[in-house]
């Protein structure tokens, strides 16, 4: 079963990297999102100095690690998912010996391999030509990526739920905006969430949106104790059963609801 899965991942990865055109205009993308979030943040810290507990280099290395992580957060497959159930393919899929959640987790894996190439090139690009922070640790490195990896799951199932809506409406363009924005913002993406009003951070302790790129870029940093990272996983890892449930849920009712009406 898992090398269907990452036989189906690699094939998604050739269909992104036909075009070489794909990489260098998604990557040159994310480095001008960098520079303009940086020459932001430069002109802020000439008259504040330090914002949000952040140095200008660990803003920097923040805005330079949230665009290379972004991907991870906000491509996939629901879009996918949305089409072959607008044009009748989905009974296919229904019909693979693999199952339906694990062939799009597969194919997911393929977006996946593609974010991390034009993540690292992004990475890479920004690092010489702007100071950056290294990990406060070999070891905060590890449970940066880590904490990036358990939040595969609730991106995934998130996808899911927001690819499903195509059962019930013929365009999952609102619903596909909606789950970029939420995760956006709480995933302190904009800005870091300590910038953020109280009750907003308060809010975000018990979403799973801020473990996809505040929290692992503050465990890159060395802002975040290693008992916080025990809570923080055990959290992830509930969250992600949590969603596989409603993400379950969801399916069944909308595959039922098909098939009673004669799809």
């Not at 992580?69 to 019909?95: P, V």
């Not at 870029?217 to 890892?237: A, D, P, T």
Request: net charge positive.
């Amino acid at each position: 079963m898992l090398k269907t899965m990452i036989a189906l991942g690699k094939m998604q990865f050739k269909q992104y990297n036909i075009y070489k055109s794909n990489f260098w205009l998604f990557t040159l993308n994310r480095i001008i999102e960098v520079a303009v979030y940086i020459f932001v943040w430069q002109a802020i810290y000439q008259q504040t100095g330090e914002t949000g507990g952040f140095t200008l280099p660990q803003m920097v290395t923040y805005y330079i690690l949230a665009i290379a992580f972004i991907s991870f957060a906000t491509w996939g497959i629901n879009e996918d998912i949305a089409y072959s159930i607008r044009t009748g393919q989905i009974h296919k899929e229904l019909l693979n010996p693999i199952s339906y959640f694990k062939y799009y987790f597969g194919v997911n894996l393929g977006e996946l391999a593609f974010a991390v190439v034009v993540g690292t090139a992004t990475f890479v690009f920004c690092a010489i030509f702007w100071e950056f922070v290294l990990p406060n640790s070999f070891l905060n490195f590890i449970l940066c990526i880590l904490v990036i990896l358990l939040g595969i799951p609730t991106t995934f199932f998130l996808q899911m739920i927001t690819g499903t809506c195509g059962f019930y409406t013929n365009s999952i363009w609102g619903m596909q905006i909606l789950r970029k924005a939420i995760i956006t913002i709480f995933s302190g993406m904009i800005a870091p969430i300590t910038l953020f009003p109280t009750w907003f951070q308060e809010l975000s302790k018990y979403l799973p949106f801020k473990e996809l790129i505040y929290t692992p870029i503050n465990i890159w940093l060395g802002q975040v104790s290693y008992s916080e990272i025990i809570f923080i996983i055990g959290k992830q890892i509930l969250w992600g059963i949590i969603l596989y449930k409603i993400a379950k849920l969801f399916f069944n009712h909308a595959v039922k609801n098909i098939t009673i009406n004669g799809g």
